[in-house]
C-alpha cells in the first residue's frame, strides 16, 4: 500500500475564502481521487485527478468550486473556492496503484467554515 | 445511480462477542472492499474481494463476495475495544471506475 499525506490536516476558515489542500503519495500511483465527507455521513466522490489533464468530476460537484490540479504522478492538490458553511467537511485524498482496484485513503483534512 | 444499504447502521457489543455487518446493492459489483474508519483519520483498507464467492480473513475479519454479485458482509470474530469504529463496505462495478460507498456501520464495543 501507498503512504499519503495531507496538508493541512485541519483548518478553520472564513466564508468567501479558499483553502487549497495538498495530498502527497511516496509512489506514483496510477489514479487519484478526492472525496467528501460530511459530518457523520459516507464518503462521496468529487473528482478523479488525471496527471496531465483536466480532472474528471462527478455529478454535482463542478470545477470551479473545486478546482485540482495533478502535475505528477506523486501529487495533487484540491482547492474549495468561495467557501460556505455547508463546504465544512472531512476531504480525503485516495489513490490506486496501477492494476489493482484497491483504494487507500490519506488521513484526511478537517474543514470548518465559519 | 448505485446505491449500496448498509446494515445496520449501528451495534453496541460486549467485548469478546461477534459482529456481522453486510451491503447489499441493486446492481452487480465487480469488487466489493470493506474499510474502517477511526475517529479523525481516513479509511483504512481491511479486506477486498474480487472474486463471486470468495470467503477472504485477515486475522479475525472475515468477509464474502456474495454469489449474486450484490451483496457482501463482514464479521468480526471475538471483538475487542480497539474494533470500534465505522466499518464501510464499499462496491465497484469495474476495473478502474469509481467506489460506490455504503453509509457504514458505528460499532461500538463495551469491555
Known amino acids: 500500500s501507498a503512504v499519503i499525506s495531507q496538508k493541512p490536516s485541519r483548518d478553520i476558515c472564513q466564508r468567501g475564502t479558499s483553502l487549497t489542500i495538498q495530498c502527497q503519495v511516496d509512489s506514483q500511483v496510477t489514479m487519484m481521487f478526492w472525496y467528501r465527507q460530511q459530518p457523520g455521513q459516507s464518503l462521496t466522490l468529487i473528482a478523479t485527478a488525471n496527471q496531465g489533464s483536466e480532472a474528471t468530476y462527478e455529478s454535482g460537484f463542478v470545477i470551479d468550486k473545486f478546482p485540482i490540479s495533478r502535475p505528477n504522478l506523486t501529487f495533487s492538490t484540491l482547492t474549495v473556492s468561495n467557501m460556505s458553511p455547508e463546504d465544512s467537511s472531512i476531504y480525503l485524498c485516495?489513490?490506486?496503484?496501477?492494476?489493482?482496484?484497491?483504494?487507500?485513503f490519506g488521513p484526511g483534512t478537517r474543514l470548518t467554515v465559519t | 445511480g448505485q446505491q449500496l444499504n448498509q446494515s445496520p447502521q449501528s451495534m453496541f457489543i460486549q467485548e469478546g462477542e461477534d459482529v456481522s455487518m453486510n451491503c447489499t446493492s441493486s446492481s452487480i459489483f465487480n469488487t466489493w472492499l470493506w474499510y474502517k474508519q477511526d475517529p479523525g483519520e481516513g479509511p483504512v483498507l481491511l479486506i477486498a474481494l474480487y472474486k463471486a464467492g470468495e470467503l477472504t480473513s485477515n486475522g479475525r475479519l472475515t468477509a464474502q463476495f456474495g454469489i449474486t454479485r450484490k451483496d457482501s458482509f463482514l464479521n468480526i470474530s471475538a471483538s475487542i475495544p480497539s474494533d470500534v469504529g465505522i466499518y464501510f463496505c464499499?462496491?465497484?462495478?469495474?476495473?478502474?471506475?469509481?467506489?460506490?460507498f455504503g453509509e457504514g456501520t458505528q460499532l461500538t464495543v463495551n469491555p
Open positions: 485516495s489513490v490506486a496503484a496501477g492494476g489493482v482496484d484497491e483504494q487507500y
Open positions: 464499499a462496491g465497484q462495478l469495474a476495473s478502474g471506475s469509481r467506489l460506490t
